[in-house]
């Protein structure tokens, strides 16, 4: 279940009019996360794709790179655990939430993240400015929870030709990228071939995940932060944001999108 109704009283100035009407809300739901039988994070997430959300976080964390590296994952009710092959550092700070709203806080950042071009354009992956609005309009299309509810946030993974390859949606933005980098993850996708479209804030911790994940492109119909572009810019990594109607912003690396006319 995706949603709920509510009984709420909904006021129209312009007719003058309070009624009482049923209203489609959205879940939230509280996931805990347990790594090697140590508590690692816990999720404030939508109540679907659970294991594309854990499999998305541990890969777009830098915590796994490879799917063989998990040994047990086990979704209980409210939890998951996870074992590894190997053991992770737990840091010693406070457990992190993952909020329905945002990241909760800074992410630590591996030095390996800070090295200039860590995403090469080796491959000559490039867009088309026309692939970029549609890839948006697509994700605004298929994202019918929010048309419902109003309360999740939509991401997509689509080629260089602008086809579609994994569709997510979540009341989080970063579990929504979560979620569609997990899919990609277990269906064997070459990110580096691919872009990444979010509802979303560019913020720094949504820009680590696309350097981590090797994804060259991320486009959003949001803002970025000084942050987020800093990273991009460090990474080799094609920031695009506010990409509405037929106009978009580039803010790092542009040299991946085709200067062609719109």
Request: with cysteine; aromatic share 6%.
């Amino acid at each position: 279940m995706v949603s709920e109704e509510h009984k709420i009283l909904r006021v129209k100035l312009d007719n003058d009019l309070i009624e009482s009407v049923n209203d489609e809300v959205v879940i939230e739901y509280r996931l805990v996360l347990f790594i090697n039988k140590n508590l690692h994070v816990i999720f404030l997430c939508s109540p679907y794709e659970i294991k594309e959300l854990i499999i998305g976080h541990l890969f777009s964390e830098g915590i796994v790179e490879r799917l063989d590296e998990i040994t047990r994952l086990e979704i209980g009710r409210g939890t998951v655990h996870v074992t590894l092959d190997k053991n992770i550092i737990v840091s010693h700070r406070k457990t992190k939430i993952i909020q329905s709203s945002c990241g909760g806080e800074y992410p630590i950042i591996p030095d390996s993240l800070l090295m200039e071009n860590r995403i090469n354009n080796d491959t000559g992956f490039n867009i088309n400015p026309k692939t970029i609005i549609k890839s948006v309009k697509e994700l605004n299309n298929l994202a019918h929870i929010f048309r419902r509810t109003g309360g999740t946030h939509a991401s997509a993974i689509s080629n260089e030709k602008g086809i579609l390859l994994k569709f997510s949606e979540d009341i989080g933005r970063h579990n929504a990228i979560d979620k569609v980098i997990g899919k990609a993850v277990l269906d064997s996708i070459e990110f580096s071939k691919t872009f990444l479209a979010s509802t979303g804030r560019l913020t720094s911790e949504m820009v680590t995940k696309g350097v981590i994940m090797r994804i060259p492109v991320i486009v959003s119909i949001s803002a970025p932060t000084d942050r987020g572009i800093k990273i991009a810019e460090k990474a080799g990594l094609t920031l695009v944001g506010f990409t509405r109607g037929r106009r978009f912003n580039i803010y790092s690396n542009p040299e991946r999108i085709v200067t062609n006319k719109v």
